[in-house]
C-alpha cells in the first residue's frame, strides 16, 4: 500500500502541476487582446480550475490520513481490521481515479477552447 501511496502523491502533483500551467494559459489569454471576445469562458475555466484544486487538497487530506492510519496500525497503536483498510483503501483509489478522469474530461475541454482561440485570426 505505501508504494501505491507514493504513486498517488506523485499524480497528484502532476496534477497539481498541470492546472497552474493552465492557469498560466488563463493568465496569457486574459491579457491579451482577445480578453473580452472570451472573458466568459475564462471565467468558467477559473472556476472549474478552481475546484479541481481544491478538490485535488482535499484527496491529499484524505490520502495523508489514511497513510496516518495505516502508520498506526502498523506501529500497534491502531486496531483497524485489515479488511477496513483495504475498504478504505479502495475508497482513496476510487476518489483518484474519479478525479482522473473528471480531469482527462477537463483538459480536453481546455484544449478545445485553446484551439479555438487560437484559431481567430485577431489573436
Given at each position: 500500500?505505501?508504494?501505491?501511496?507514493?504513486?498517488?502523491?506523485?499524480?497528484?502533483?502532476?496534477?497539481?502541476?498541470?492546472?497552474?500551467?493552465?492557469?498560466?494559459?488563463?493568465?496569457?489569454?486574459?491579457?491579451?487582446?482577445?480578453?473580452?471576445?472570451v472573458q466568459p469562458r475564462l471565467n468558467h475555466f477559473q472556476t472549474l480550475f478552481r475546484d479541481k484544486e481544491s478538490r485535488l487538497d482535499q484527496i491529499r487530506?484524505?490520502?495523508?490520513?489514511?497513510?496516518?492510519?495505516?502508520?498506526?496500525?502498523?506501529?500497534?497503536?491502531?486496531?483497524?481490521?485489515?479488511?477496513?483498510?483495504?475498504?478504505?483503501?479502495?475508497?482513496?483509489?476510487?476518489?483518484?481515479?474519479?478525479?482522473?478522469?473528471?480531469?482527462?474530461?477537463?483538459?480536453?475541454?481546455?484544449?478545445?477552447?485553446?484551439?479555438?482561440?487560437?484559431?481567430?485570426?485577431?489573436?
Open positions: 500500500m505505501k508504494m501505491e501511496h507514493e504513486q498517488w502523491q506523485g499524480r497528484l502533483r502532476f496534477y497539481k502541476d498541470e492546472l497552474s500551467h493552465f492557469n498560466n494559459h488563463l493568465d496569457r489569454l486574459a491579457a491579451s487582446g482577445k480578453a473580452r471576445e487530506t484524505d490520502f495523508s490520513r489514511h497513510e496516518s492510519l495505516i502508520q498506526s496500525m502498523n506501529s500497534g497503536h491502531e486496531a483497524e481490521p485489515k479488511d477496513g483498510i483495504r475498504k478504505v483503501h479502495r475508497v482513496q483509489r476510487d476518489k483518484l481515479e474519479q478525479f482522473e478522469q473528471l480531469f482527462h474530461d477537463l483538459r480536453n475541454e481546455f484544449n478545445v477552447f485553446l484551439n479555438d482561440v487560437s484559431d481567430r485570426k485577431s489573436l
